[in-house]
């Protein structure tokens, strides 16, 4: 019987390896025969950490899949490491399966693994392994993020104002740019900008030539930002009542052109006019201090702690007013900040922000800049 760690995670490569096959045979179920070679289990020469045959209930078939075990994946990594030899080994045999078994697959690496036809188990519960003879489909959703505690000099992630700065240049601009021209056009250091580039590479999300980013994944990149984001995290927004409905406080915003440079509309309302969608919900915006105190002595709005709305979001810095666009005579975010407040939104808001997508990516000689010119962040 496979032991569990005492703290979740398995401490070395040997119990990474049990787990993930036991796993599997449990996805299975007990009429399936799931075998570790154990002569193969350290074959270094072959190129692989392990095999494992599968047999069907009825016996009549038996299929032998190659298994790759790390502590951690990147699809850098992947490419660097597994994916020629996935590729050599099928040169030699059509219908080689590969198996990638770790703690936490991101999803970067798994969209990757999908896409060279490499199965993967993750101990959150993140699996796809598909086979042909025998027929196997497993399919399963696990954890988005690592539930892993971060150690001292791991990589960093995409959360925090400062990656967000830089999260909506990459997005916002087409390549190229070298990382001194980011941290002018952020504000922010050299070497803070350089660090998350590395991990933006090692991800996959951005190619660098020479040290000058040359692609940028922007879906990609909004997605992983979103994924390590809040829309309403506790403390940064202000629920409220609109004492003559919605479409009046709306109505009012018009009135007050004084406001305009520092709200800006996002969420459902701002959402509804980039994809048409009968999503409804909220009106939200960001609103400065100064905004929002103009905001409660004009309009009358009753705070409320639950079925507000209009909430009143408070930015962690001027990055959403970064690209704000004038629609209908009201100042709305940029499309990149639109869809990462609708991903990392409640409710219906994550499905708003796919069909923002959806038009970003029909549309993006419309809203993607050429070049870092003339590009300046609101003064905080």
Request: glycine share 8%; hydrophobic share 40%; proline share 7%.
């Amino acid at each position: 019987m496979t032991r569990t760690p005492e703290n979740g995670f398995p401490s070395t490569p040997e119990q990474l390896l049990e787990l993930g096959i036991d796993r599997l045979r449990k996805m299975l179920g007990q009429q399936w025969e799931v075998v570790l070679e154990a002569d193969a289990c350290r074959a270094e020469d072959l190129g692989h950490d392990a095999l494992i045959t599968i047999t069907s209930p009825d016996r009549s078939l038996t299929r032998r899949v190659l298994v790759e075990t790390k502590p951690s994946w990147t699809p850098a990594l992947l490419e660097r490491e597994l994916l020629p030899r996935v590729s050599l080994m099928r040169r030699l045999s059509q219908d080689t399966a590969v198996l990638v078994i770790a703690p936490w697959i991101s999803p970067q690496t798994r969209a990757l693994l999908s896409r060279w036809d490499c199965g993967y188990i993750d101990l959150t519960g993140n699996v796809s392994f598909r086979m042909n003879q025998p027929a196997i489909v497993l399919e399963t959703q696990g954890a988005a993020r690592d539930p892993r505690p971060r150690t001292a000099g791991a990589q960093r992630g995409l959360s925090g104002a400062r990656a967000g700065r830089l999260v909506r240049v990459l997005a916002d601009v087409r390549p190229t740019y070298r990382a001194t021209e980011l941290a002018e056009t952020t504000g922010l250091s050299g070497a803070y900008v350089s660090r998350l580039l590395d991990t933006l590479e090692e991800e996959a999300i951005i190619r660098r030539r020479n040290k000058v980013v040359v692609k940028v994944d922007w879906e990609a990149l909004l997605r992983l930002r979103a994924s390590e984001t809040s829309l309403l995290r506790p403390g940064r927004f202000l629920g409220f009542l609109a004492p003559n409905g919605l479409d009046s406080f709306i109505g009012k915003l018009l009135e007050h052109q004084e406001l305009h440079t520092s709200i800006a509309l996002t969420g459902p309302l701002a959402a509804t006019k980039v994809a048409p969608l009968a999503i409804g919900g909220q009106g939200m915006l960001y609103a400065t201090e100064e905004a929002t105190a103009r905001l409660l002595e004009g309009q009358g709005l009753f705070p409320v702690n639950q079925g507000a709305d209009v909430l009143l979001l408070q930015p962690p810095d001027t990055s959403p007013f970064f690209g704000v666009r004038q629609v209908d005579g009201l100042p709305h975010v940029a499309l990149s900040q639109l869809v990462l407040d609708s991903l990392s939104g409640p409710g219906r808001l994550p499905a708003a922000g796919e069909a923002v997508l959806n038009y970003m990516r029909d549309h993006e000689k419309n809203w993607r800049l050429d070049d870092l010119d003339g590009i300046e962040f609101p003064p905080p």
